[in-house]
């Protein structure tokens, strides 16, 4: 009896179903139907030459209204419509995306902090490429870090395009925040993507913090956009969204 705990350490390193995982993981489209309708107000930035040289901003707010307009069982079709333009057609795949169909290995466990809660998270780890030759830690490698009772489906996850470097992305839960829209309050899982990516001697990062309700069609409230190139403000690529009313059909 002395050997089980030891016995099942082992088992748990090796190589899994990934339905272990995924089974809880929903799409934030999934379940749409058509003729439900989401406006947006929409903000970017306009640059503003300066007698000194230097560039100031102004917001330019418009509005855009997203349209579910055909469901299939992989996916939804959503027009997208903003100003006077005839809109454009977005093809959204609702079905599991591909890093988590790889058999996925439990990796241990380790506390995440959230604001002022810290969450014990089981480690799971997706190798979704093979590995570059002469490179112990290359390949493609999605982990996800997982805890019970919690309002996102995985506190944080972080993707590297090469296990090798640093590029990829992370995608993290930090916060909760309560957010009014129409009369009603929402809670919201606050949750913060970084991607970051190197070419040519230069380094483009792109963050989006995202407000997340689950009773919303495609669960977006409110969401920031911001961007570095070279480690400096990259302004004329943000992009800032916030939810003004919609109707579920």
Known sequence: MA??????????????????????WKHPWAGATVGTW??????????????GGDTEYEEKKSDRTDTVTKVSKASVEI???EGEDDGTR????TGLPGELGYKM???GEEDVKVGDQTYKCAVYEFRTGPVTKGKK?????LKVWKAPGTLVWAVKQRFWLDASKDDGWTEEWIGTETVKLGGREYTCATVKRTNSMGAGGMSIQKTE????????????VKRIERNLMNGKE????????????????
């Open 38 to 51: 989401l406006k947006f107000r929409i903000t970017r930035y306009e640059s503003i030459p300066t007698p």
């Open 209 to 220: 913090t995202t407000w997340q309700n689950s009773e919303i069609p495609g669960w977006t």
């Open 79 to 81: 027009r997208s419509k």
């Open 105 to 107: 290995t439990r990796a």
């Open 90 to 93: 977005l093809l959204v795949y």
């Open 137 to 141: 830690d290359g390949g493609q490698l």
């Open 3 to 24: 050997y089980l705990p030891a016995l099942f350490l082992l088992s748990s390193s090796l190589p899994q179903d990934a339905k272990e995982v995924t089974q809880d």
């Open 234 to 249: 990259n302004k004329m690529m943000d992009h800032d969204l916030e939810l003004v009313e919609f109707e579920k059909k």
